[in-house]
């Protein structure tokens, strides 16, 4: 399924949902365990009837739900193609399926408290080191270039953050190698 742009994306008007990173985030407040398990039941169930679900958390007193599809197509000006994980059409209308569960369950989201975080680390041959890093994040070597058309390391069962690599171009000089922690928080979250 063709990934969709940025603009694509906000001209679907989702009011639960901020685009952050490569998903769509969206955050409803619960009164309790039983109202985030019986929300996350009914999402299910819709997930189950299109065949593609989102990642979720339950945390006190909250549901966090991101949709990204895992096998979006992105194709480049001169013609290639590649799969990456980005949002599709899927996403934004299970997006608005899961704003409409949501709304059945009297639930409020609150966008403003969605983020995302990611780590970027420097250094000369990402090639060389991405397997190291795979294997210490994930355990897996199949996590490096997951939905990437580089050596970033994607945990596909979502517990560590993204580790994406920079690599210097050409002629610029070699930096030492640090980290970097990006955060992706919802435009209305950040202090003009």
């Given at each position: ?129 991405a397997p190291v890093w795979a294997a210490l994040l994930t355990g897996r070597a199949e996590d490096q270039g997951r939905g990437t058309p580089g050596d970033e390391i994607r945990d596909a069962a ?35």
């Amino acid at each position: 399924m063709d990934m969709l742009t940025s603009a694509q994306i906000a001209e679907a008007r989702l009011a639960d949902w901020r685009k952050l990173a490569q998903g769509i985030h969206a955050r409803y407040r619960v009164d309790g365990f039983a109202a985030a398990a019986r929300f996350v039941t009914a999402v299910g169930a819709a997930g189950d009837e299109v065949g593609h679900h989102p990642r979720v958390a339950i945390g006190d007193g909250f549901v966090d739900l991101e949709l990204v599809s895992q096998d979006a197509v992105y194709r480049g000006d001169d013609g290639t193609e590649l799969v990456i994980e980005w949002v599709t059409q899927q996403d934004v209308d299970l997006a608005r399926r899961v704003t409409e569960i949501a709304a059945e369950h009297g639930l409020t989201a609150d966008p403003a408290a969605v983020s995302e975080v990611e780590l970027g680390l420097d250094t000369t041959s990402s090639a060389t080191i991405a397997p190291v890093w795979a294997a210490l994040l994930t355990g897996r070597a199949e996590d490096q270039g997951r939905g990437t058309p580089g050596d970033e390391i994607r945990d596909a069962a979502g517990r560590m953050p993204n580790l994406w690599f920079d690599d210097p171009a050409d002629g610029e000089d070699v930096p030492r190698q640090r980290f970097h922690v990006e955060v992706y928080v919802a435009p209305e979250a950040v202090d003009g």
